[in-house]
Nanobody, 125 residues
Framework: QVQLVESGGGLVQAGGSLRLSCAAS????????MAWFRQAPGKERAFVAAITGSGGSTEYTGSVKGRFTISRDNAKNTVYLQMNSLKPEDTAIYYCAADRRAYIITWNRAGYDFWGQGTQVTVSS
């Protein structure tokens, strides 16, 4: 079992920045592809970004490309999501997720084995 704990959410004005962190309890953190999903009120949980176990590959949903950056520090068992130029439509609960298949990235939330509890991000206009 892998425990995931997100932090770094909060309230920010449009155009501002936040950095989310997700700390994992996994003994072999590099064995997992890590992803961020988000869920806005009344909407389904949607893929935001992911990074393979080695950090060699990343993918982003189109609406965040060029504004968000996913990264990981395998020595610290932590994955990050740097969010710049935030927009009100980025408001959501952000969830960290882990997939045992370290070499591939899926956008399907059913492909992820472990989830964090989420952290709220609110962007005011």
């Amino acid at each position: 079992q892998v425990q995931l704990v997100e932090s770094g959410g909060g309230l920010v004005q449009a155009g501002g920045s936040l950095r989310l962190s997700c700390a994992a309890s996994a003994r072999t953190f590099s064995s997992y592809t890590m992803a961020w999903f988000r869920q806005a009120p009344g909407k389904e949980r949607a893929f935001v970004a992911a990074i393979t176990g080695s950090g060699g590959s990343t993918e982003y949903t189109g609406s965040v490309k060029g504004r968000f950056t996913i990264s990981r520090d395998n020595a610290k068992n932590t994955v990050y999501l740097q969010m710049n130029s935030l927009k009100p439509e980025d408001t959501a609960i952000y969830y960290c997720a882990a997939d045992r298949r370290a070499y591939i990235i899926t956008w399907n939330r059913a492909g992820y084995d472990f989830w964090g509890q989420g952290t709220q991000v609110t962007v005011s206009s």
